[in-house]
C-alpha cells in the first residue's frame, strides 16, 4: 500500500516575513499536501500571531503550482455552510482545482465561545455536524440551493460556477465516534484521526496502534453498512497527539519505524507538523526536511 507524507502549516507567520516562504518550501520537499488549522486562535498560541485559514490557503495557492492545500480542520464552531462554500469554491477555482477540505465536529477550545454563544453539548455538535455536512455537500455540487433545518438554511443559495475538481472538492472528514463515522462513510473522500485522546498524557504506542486499529475498523463498519468500499477512502493521520509524538520527527529511522507501523493500519497519508522552536511542535528543521525527502524511500 503506497503512503503520501504531507505537513501542517500553523499560520502564525507574517505571509512576508516567512510565511509564503514555508509553503513554497513544503512544495520543494514533495509533500503531497500542506494543511492549516481552521481556527480563530488555537491553545499555547493564542496570545500570539494566528491568521485567518482560508485567506493564508489562498495567498498559499498563489505561490505554489502542485501542492495540495487543505484544512485540517474546518467545524461548524464559527461558520455557516453557505458563506464557507462561497469561500471554497473561490479558492478551489484559485488553486485550479488543489482544495481538500478537512471537516469536523469541532470541540470546546476557543473557537467555541468566540462569537458569544455558550458552548455546544457533545450531542448539540454531533447535531450540528449531522447538518452541516449534507447541506454543505450539496451547496458545492449543484448551481441553487434551498434548505430549512434545525440549525442551518439556504434560500436560494447561487453558487455558480461551482468547483473546479468535480462533483466537488473532496472531503476529509475528522470522526473517530458513530455519529462521525457514518457521515465520513457517506460523504468522505478520506478520513482523518488524530488517535485516542485518552492515551496522550499516560497511553503506550502499543496502545495508540491498538486504538487506531479499532477506529479503522469502525470506519470499515460504517462503510459496509451502506454498502461502500472503504478502500475507497483515504485514511489521513495527523500526527502529534498520540503517545510517541516526541520521538516522532527524532530521526528518520524513528519516522520510518513509525510510518510503517501505521501503514500496516491501512493508513495512506500521514500529516507531521512544520516545527515551530519553543512550542509542542518544535523539531530540528534539517531533520524534518531529511523525513520529507528521504521516510518514505526507505518504507518502499
Known amino acids: 500500500m503506497s503512503l503520501r507524507l504531507s505537513t501542517v502549516i500553523l499560520p502564525v507567520h507574517r505571509w512576508h516575513e516567512g510565511g509564503r516562504e514555508r509553503w513554497q518550501r513544503a512544495e520543494e520537499l514533495g509533500f503531497h499536501a500542506a494543511y492549516t488549522y481552521d481556527h480563530l486562535s488555537w491553545r499555547s498560541f493564542r496570545d500570539g500571531p494566528w491568521f485567518g485559514a482560508l485567506p493564508t490557503l489562498t495567498a498559499a495557492a498563489t505561490a505554489t503550482e502542485r501542492l495540495r492545500l487543505g484544512t485540517l480542520v474546518t467545524s461548524p464552531n464559527f461558520r455557516h455552510p453557505v458563506t464557507l462554500a462561497k469561500e471554497l469554491i473561490s479558492l478551489d477555482d484559485v488553486s485550479g482545482g488543489r482544495v481538500t477540505l478537512g471537516i469536523g465536529a469541532g470541540g470546546n477550545g476557543f473557537d467555541a465561545t468566540v462569537l458569544g454563544q455558550e458552548p455546544w453539548t457533545p450531542r448539540e455538535r454531533a447535531d450540528r455536524f449531522g447538518e452541516f455536512l449534507p ?53 468522505g473522500q478520506a478520513w482523518v484521526t488524530t488517535g485516542d485522546p485518552k492515551l496522550y498524557e499516560d497511553g503506550t504506542p502499543e496502545q495508540s496502534v491498538e486504538a487506531l486499529r479499532g477506529q479503522v475498523e469502525k470506519l470499515g463498519k460504517a462503510c459496509a453498512d451502506i454498502g461502500r468500499d472503504v478502500a475507497e477512502l483515504d485514511k489521513v493521520l495527523l500526527t502529534g497527539f498520540t503517545p510517541d509524538r516526541n520521538s516522532l520527527l527524532g530521526s528518520v529511522e524513528s519516522f520510518v519505524d513509525f510510518a510503517g507501523r501505521h501503514r500496516e493500519l491501512g493508513f495512506t497519508e500521514i500529516v507531521v507538523h512544520w516545527p515551530i522552536p519553543d512550542s509542542d511542535f518544535a523539531a530540528d528543521q534539517a531533520v524534518f526536511e531529511e523525513i520529507a525527502t528521504e521516510a518514505l524511500g526507505r518504507l518502499a
Open 135 to 187: 447541506l454543505l455537500d450539496r451547496l458545492l455540487s449543484e448551481d441553487a440551493v434551498s434548505h430549512t433545518g434545525t440549525h442551518y438554511s439556504a434560500d436560494e443559495a447561487r453558487n455558480v460556477p461551482g468547483c473546479v475538481q468535480r462533483p466537488r472538492l473532496p472531503f476529509a472528514v475528522a470522526a473517530t465516534g458513530p455519529r462521525g463515522l457514518k457521515l465520513a462513510a457517506r460523504y
